[in-house]
């Protein structure tokens, strides 16, 4: 990577407020090597490290873009929410962007069959088959889409385990991380100064409360899947032996 790479992306993080901790008393002794001092009791990050760290994810994450692979986007705090949802959205990746459902990678059968109902219901109420039904139970039908839809829209597209999860805040969705780890999926994650980046596989350090700086982090990741599509699309077809 060019030093005039670096320096922009560099500035960019900066002018997204990536560079602000939390005060040593929250800081996770994991975090402490990449904290490069203090103003005003906030500490604050080296991002010359964090571009490293954010380079060795994105590479990864245009590997998976290369060969098509799923990656599942989670945030469900508010800060997040929106730039995880349009980030997976634009790529078609599934997100969950609200609380996460125990059980979504361990126990994907029965997720999986949540999914499906969600999907059966809401063709049957687009084609208008529950006109069947009495007011009173069509009534407690949208209620269950409702229900299923705040929970589970978000990975209907997700019909095996990913290949990988993007996480805003591991500390917060230390459950979905959990689970990654139970199964075997690497993880890559903002990750504030509060978190324990070693239970990550590709951590970038950096400021995971404000919405500027999640949202810079949402779009080089989701800009580096995008560059896997692209140099996949253009590489030449292998000939049939």
């Not at 009791?41 to 873009?65: H, M, P, S």
């Amino acid at each position: 990577m060019s030093k005039t790479v670096s320096k922009n992306a560099i500035e960019g993080m900066f002018s997204a407020g990536a560079h602000f901790a939390f005060s040593r008393s929250r800081r996770h002794p994991t975090v402490a090597p990449y904290i490069f001092g203090a103003k005003n009791k906030v500490e604050i990050f080296d991002l010359e490290k964090t571009n490293q760290l954010l380079e060795e994810a994105k590479v990864f994450i245009k590997n998976l873009g290369k060969e098509g692979k799923t990656v599942l986007f989670v945030g469900g705090k508010s800060e997040a929410r929106n730039a995880v949802k349009n980030g997976a959205q634009s790529l078609g990746m599934p997100f969950v962007d609200g609380r996460w459902i125990g059980g979504t990678l361990t126990n994907a059968v029965q997720i999986r069959k949540r999914v499906e109902k969600l999907e059966k219901l809401t063709s049957e109420k687009e084609k208008g088959e529950l006109a069947k039904y009495t007011k009173k139970e069509r009534l407690l039908i949208d209620r269950e889409i409702a229900n299923l839809e705040r929970f589970f829209s978000g990975i209907v597209s997700m019909k095996d385990l990913p290949k990988a999860l993007f996480v805003i805040d591991p500390r917060k969705e230390k459950n979905a991380v959990k689970e990654a780890l139970d199964m075997g999926v690497p993880v890559v994650a903002l990750a504030g100064s509060d978190c324990n980046i070693k239970e990550i596989s590709y951590p970038m350090v950096g400021n995971d409360a404000s919405q500027t700086s999640i949202q810079f982090f949402v779009n080089e990741i989701t800009k580096a899947y995008a560059e896997g599509q692209t140099e996949a699309k253009s590489m030449p077809a292998v000939p049939a032996e």
